[in-house]
């Protein structure tokens, strides 16, 4: 999967808002494309609500993945900016689209719940050298399994291949944008 992780030549230099709002794109469009892929292997998605759970899981693991992969190129107190910087531009759009899909009600409540409890999930998880570990792939698995209880193997699907490219494509995407 492509995305489009260069700013204009021409461009000023940007802030880490601006680059956290260019990244919870990335992550958006992973995840879309993630849930699409699931689908085209034969996973059964019963609504676009149950899209923006899947969508919702992928988010949660991509802003953790990214809190890691900056730990190593971004001093501390940016760091922390520059993750919750991303974690809002998430939100909004998180809850922008479940706004569009199941209409008017306040679910950033919930989403922000629920991001909390993934961070404090993954935190015990290992991610190092820019590859997550085992149990990190492990856990996002099992949790997107659950979410298509019909399919046991999805789990093994996203350990070797939606999560690995998923976070390649999230790895260049972050690069390009620091650069």
């Known amino acids: 999967m492509r995305v489009n992780s260069r700013w204009n030549a021409r461009a000023k230099s940007q802030s880490l808002v601006e680059i ?3 990244v919870s794109f990335i992550c958006w469009k992973i995840a879309t494309n993630a849930v699409l892929e699931l689908e085209n292997q034969g996973c059964q998605t019963t609504s676009n609500a149950h899209r923006l759970q899947i969508i919702g ?3 949660a693991f991509l802003l953790q993945v990214t ?3 900056s730990y190593e190129t971004l001093a501390t107190e940016n760091r922390q900016s520059f993750i919750t910087a991303l ?3 998430m939100i909004d759009t998180y809850t922008d689209n479940q706004r569009d899909v199941l209409g008017p009600g306040e679910y950033r ?3 922000i719940h629920f991001l909390n ?3 404090n999930d993954y935190s015990e998880l290992s991610f190092q050298h820019g590859e997550a570990g085992f ?3 492990r856990y996002f698995g099992e949790q997107v399994e659950a979410l298509l209880k019909e399919k046991p193997y999805v789990s093994q699907q996203v350990m070797s291949v939606a999560g690995p490219q998923a976070i390649k494509t999230l790895a260049k995407g972050l690069q390009d944008l620091f650069e």
């Open 20 to 22: 956290a709002g260019a």
């Open 57 to 59: 899981e992928f988010m």
């Open 67 to 69: 809190d890691r992969l």
């Open 87 to 89: 974690a809002q531009r």
């Open 109 to 111: 409540a919930s989403f």
């Open 117 to 119: 409890q993934r961070i």
């Open 135 to 137: 149990d990190f792939l």
